[in-house]
């Protein structure tokens, strides 16, 4: 018979990178570059330099899986890539890297990037050059993922690269164009599995949702919600009691 245990669902939560802080030390001013302005007010000659981006985990049997994705809303197209292991934030670097990818192929004058994540956001805005001058190190310790990072500083030297963080928590029905965006590259980015899966992965996240609803102080559904994504665990507003 099949073996259907799952791993811990509370050691991976703590055991995620998602879990561990990227603020700078106190005192420490951070640089930030030029934000992109909201999608809806780039001229329209500049939107196909647009991509929105975003990243995502599940367990599937006994493992995690990772998928990346970027969407192109002028062209409507996602691409993705994907892979076993790691976390959503990630996922959430890896989806940086593929959107740099698509605008050094075709050799785009600039890209803009639209992300959920607050961490991908900082990240690019300014914590890139202070990891950098630190050799990569942050409070001591060796800067989680900075391969990937390294990478993704490297190539935006050369490249221009505006910003912006997009609000995830806004109802489909009032979504602005900017967060209908944003929905098409988060389902691009869910990982698929199987039925016997979505099964054991629907009773996951009813846990995960009681665990960040406690954690977070038993707040309402709104601040229990962003305080699990700002920490890259997955949820639906649905999950959250």
């Given at each position: ?37 909201p ?7 500049e ?32 691409e993705?890539t994907?892979?076993?292991?790691e ?13 740099l ?16 994540s607050?961490?991908?956001a ?35 030297k ?44 629907n ?9 960040a609803?406690?954690?977070?102080g ?24």
């Amino acid at each position: 018979m099949r073996n259907l245990s799952r791993p811990g669902i509370l050691e991976v939560i703590m055991d995620w990178p998602e879990g561990k802080k990227f603020e700078t030390p106190p005192g420490e001013e951070v640089s930030r570059a030029t934000e992109a302005p909201p999608y809806n007010e780039l001229p329209e000659n500049e939107k196909k330099y647009a991509l929105f981006t975003d990243g995502s985990c599940r367990i599937v049997g006994k493992h995690r899986r990772w998928k990346a994705a970027v969407w192109s809303p002028v062209r409507q197209v996602a691409e993705a890539t994907e892979g076993k292991g790691e976390s959503s934030q990630f996922a959430e670097v890896k989806a940086i890297q593929l959107a740099l990818d698509g605008a050094e192929r075709e050799r785009w004058p600039v890209l803009y990037l639209y992300t959920d994540s607050w961490m991908v956001a900082n990240a690019l805005w300014g914590w890139l050059q202070q990891w950098e001058q630190n050799n990569w190190q942050g409070r001591g310790k060796p800067v989680w993922a900075a391969e990937l990072w390294k990478d993704i500083a490297a190539r935006i030297k050369n490249m221009v690269v505006k910003v912006r963080h997009v609000d995830a928590h806004v109802p489909k029905n009032r979504a602005t164009e900017e967060q209908q965006n944003n929905h098409q590259v988060d389902r691009a980015a869910k990982v698929e599995v199987a039925q016997i899966d979505l099964d054991w992965q629907n009773k996951s996240e009813l846990f995960l949702a009681r665990w960040a609803h406690e954690t977070s102080g038993h707040q309402g559904r709104d601040v229990t919600y962003k305080w699990a994504r700002d920490r890259g665990v997955d949820l639906t507003m649905d999950t959250i009691a």
